[in-house]
């Protein structure tokens, strides 16, 4: 074992009774302090620099005598451990886990190279509520890390997810902390933030990545830095099996890329009609016109958009503009620099919608490379490990 490579979790308080590798370097350990006794004059030291096998062997030892030693819960499989969604622009985090009240080892029968451990005091409430809980995950099958952990700490008001990347020479920590607003007895409310932080140390001593972002809910830190998102997050998303959490919100696409969509004429000819009924004397032909406009999604959002409602009731303008707010995501300038960033374009092929895949593919093969190839109807995983290769190739 590299002297001192000793890990501790900087997650709940409370929640660990003991160390487990991770974030912050410790130094002073017993390991660290017998390797650096002085030998005799005589016997001049030598030291045989350790392969990344040994390392990756040193630390899975030192780890299973940590993990080992914990009671074992499960088995579960990896979707019922943890649930990362959005809500009101903010990360909501569950988990199916029953209350442990205790630090736990995970059995899990669906994720070979993973070890878990998790703390979990509540697993959530209403919808829309983070659960209380800590779980994390080590993986030792990396070729370029001894080894990596992903983390995720959910209070009732905030989410934590970070990530560890321990090389043979350096570590790189991601953190990213969304905090919700704050509403206190009096009625004062402290505004919601969310902040994504990255910083790697080398063995040496001297220090690499800073980065420190910040907006005011995820939605619009994972728009306006989508490759510090995709560099840092995605990949302990994945670790987590999270990683839908970065889908592009679908009107949000169609807001930068519908500008050219065809609309067939029934479509719009249904659109006018119900638009026709939105102006109606009948409190509940207004709101069932209102209601199928709804349920019409993206079809109706954009003839929406191009409609003249000049000519239009208050009332039925009223009614569109509150349709229309989930396909006003960002600025129109945002959304015109949207259709020519390829990290975008190239997040959009993951969507859940054939029809955006199909016209995201055909933008960046616009403004990259008519020659990109890319299955926009093969499975998820495929297309997964088509866009890592499309963002080596295309994302400077």
């Avoid at 005091?121 to 370029?144: H, T």
């Avoid at 001593?205 to 907006?215: D, H, K, L, V, W």
């Avoid at 109606?280 to 709804?294: G, I, N, P």
């Avoid at 259709?339 to 593919?361: G, H, K, M, N, W």
């Amino acid at each position: 074992m590299r002297p001192g490579l000793f890990f501790l979790i900087a997650a709940l308080p409370g929640f660990w009774n003991s160390p487990a590798p991770s974030q912050t370097v410790t130094t002073d350990s017993p390991a660290a302090a017998s390797q650096s006794l002085t030998p005799p004059a005589t016997q001049p030291a030598t030291t045989q620099p350790q392969t990344l096998a040994q390392m990756k062997a040193d630390e899975l030892a030192d780890l299973h005598k940590q993990i080992d030693s914990l009671p074992e819960i499960g088995p579960y499989a990896r979707a019922d451990l943890l649930s990362l969604q959005l809500h009101n622009g903010h990360i909501t985090a569950r988990s199916g886990i029953s209350p442990t009240q205790h630090n736990a080892q995970l059995r899990i029968s669906d994720d070979e190279p993973g070890l878990w451990q998790a703390m979990v005091r509540q697993k959530a409430g209403l919808a829309g509520n983070n659960g209380l809980f800590l779980i994390q995950r080590y993986d030792f099958s990396s070729p370029d890390d001894i080894f990596t952990v992903a983390v995720v700490s959910a209070y009732p008001q905030q989410t934590t997810i970070t990530g560890n990347w321990i090389k043979p020479d350096q570590q790189v920590q991601m953190d990213l902390s969304d905090r919700r607003a704050i509403i206190d007895e009096n009625g004062l409310i402290t505004p919601g933030a969310v902040q994504l932080s990255v910083n790697s140390y080398r063995d040496d001593g001297s220090t690499g990545i800073r980065i420190n972002i910040a907006a005011e809910s995820f939605s619009d830190l994972h728009i306006a830095h989508l490759h510090q998102v995709n560099t840092y997050l995605r990949p302990v998303l994945r670790q987590l099996s999270q990683e839908q959490l970065l889908t592009i919100d679908p009107p949000l696409a169609w807001q930068v890329l519908g500008d050219n969509q065809p609309i067939d004429d029934n479509t719009t000819r249904q659109v006018g009609v119900l638009v026709g009924q939105l102006n109606s004397a009948v409190f509940a032909d207004r709101r069932s016109a209102a209601e199928q406009l709804r349920r019409m999604n993206e079809q109706a959002a954009l003839v929406l958009l191009k409609m003249d409602c000049a000519h239009l009731s208050p009332e039925q303008q009223s009614t569109i503009d509150q349709i229309l707010i989930p396909y006003h995501q960002v600025s129109a300038q945002q959304a015109h620099a949207l259709t020519s960033d390829p990290e975008f374009l190239i997040d959009v092929l993951l969507s859940p919608q054939p029809l955006l895949r199909q016209r995201a593919l055909n933008q960046l093969r616009h403004i990259c490379n008519p020659a990109i190839a890319f299955d926009p109807d093969a499975p998820l995983p495929i297309r997964l490990q088509q866009a890592d290769d499309l963002r080596r190739a295309l994302v400077r």
